[in-house]
Each structure stands twice: as C-alpha cells, then as structure tokens.
C-alpha cells in the first residue's frame, strides 16, 4: 500500500527542477569534494553535497557496490568565507555500506537521467534551508535549493536520507528495513524515468 502511495504522488509530481551547477566552483563547493576526497578516496559515481545554513556539510557518495556518507564535525563555510585547505581526520565522520553493485548502478541511473534534464525551479523566494547537488562525473551536475519533501526535487534529496539510514544500519533488521526502502524508492523513481 505504501509504494502505491509513493508511486502515485511520484506519478503527479511535476517534472525535476534540478538546475545545472555553475561552471566555476566557488572555493566552497571545491573544498567540500576535496575534503570528502581525502576522507574516501574510493573512485566515486555518484555525490550527493548538502550544504546546510544550520549544520556542517555533508556528502552521500556512491561506488560501486558501496555507499558512504561522509559528514563534516564543523562546518566548512565560516564567516562568509570558506575554510582553506583540507579538514584534519578527526574532523571527518565516515559511514559506509556494502550494498549489491547493481542497486548501485540503478542509483547512478536514476540521478544521471534527472542531472541530464534540468528545469526551471519550482518556486522562487525560499533562500533558507539545505542545497542538494548531484554530482555524477560521467554526465555532470545539477542542484536544487531548499526543495520542498512533496517536490519532484524534494523526491530526488530524499535519496540523500535514503543513503544516510542504509550507511548508519545495524542489526540484520535495521538493514533489510533501509535496504529495502531504497529499492522503493528506486522501483517508483525508475517509472519517471525508465532505464
């Protein structure tokens, strides 16, 4: 019952209003991938940055076969400024799961097609709350700001929660439960857009 919910409002959603990020990373955006670098130096498909107003940042990563998520202890946007250089270990918290390659290889999937066809915001005004970018090396990248959870976008960040509750996991339960909640996620995100 649950996934015919999730398909349904899937279904009517309008499409993605990811937009595609700016040519030149600022020193910020460079300095979150180049910290989430250094702390998985895994080759990586697919990034999903958060950049919060309120806490650190944080970065969802996805290999093949495994998915981390790496999270910053302090922030690295201060005083308007973004910190330089790389943060120390200790200021890096790294979770991560090994998941089948191919529930993998569909995530890519979904959010490759998404980052390949980006539109117009859904709404203008909202400057407060997280910006989502999705970042897929092969294809390239797109971001939404503030996305509200019953948006196409908002459906789309969702994957970053996904992701954080699949890495955080314990216990066979915990794990089948979170595992299962992103194959539902991707069997409705892969009707929007089929492989």
């Not at 080759?43 to 996805?62: C, G, M, N, Q, Y």
Request: charged share 25%.
């Amino acid at each position: 019952m649950k996934q015919w919910l999730l398909l349904a409002a899937l279904c009517s959603a309008p499409a993605f209003a990811l937009t595609p990020c700016p040519n030149d990373a600022r020193d910020y955006e460079r300095a979150i991938v180049d910290a989430a670098d250094e702390a998985v130096p895994a080759l990586w498909r697919l990034d999903i940055e958060v950049f919060s107003t309120v806490v650190p940042e944080k970065v969802a990563r996805v290999s093949d076969g495994r998915l981390y998520v790496i999270q910053f202890r302090s922030p690295l946007w201060r005083d308007g400024t973004a910190a330089r250089g790389a943060l120390p270990k200790k200021g890096v918290v790294v979770s991560l799961a090994d998941v089948p390659k191919e529930l993998t290889a569909r995530l890519v999937g979904v959010v490759s097609k998404a980052v390949k066809t980006p539109g117009e915001r859904e709404r203008e005004g909202l400057l407060d709350g997280d910006t989502f970018r999705f970042d897929v090396p092969s294809v390239g990248c797109a971001q939404t700001m503030a996305p509200l959870p019953t948006s196409a976008d908002g459906r789309l960040a969702e994957l970053f929660d996904l992701i954080w509750k699949r890495t955080h996991a314990s216990g066979a339960r915990e794990v089948r439960e979170a595992q299962q909640a992103l194959a539902d996620w991707l069997d409705a995100m892969e009707l929007r857009y089929p492989r």
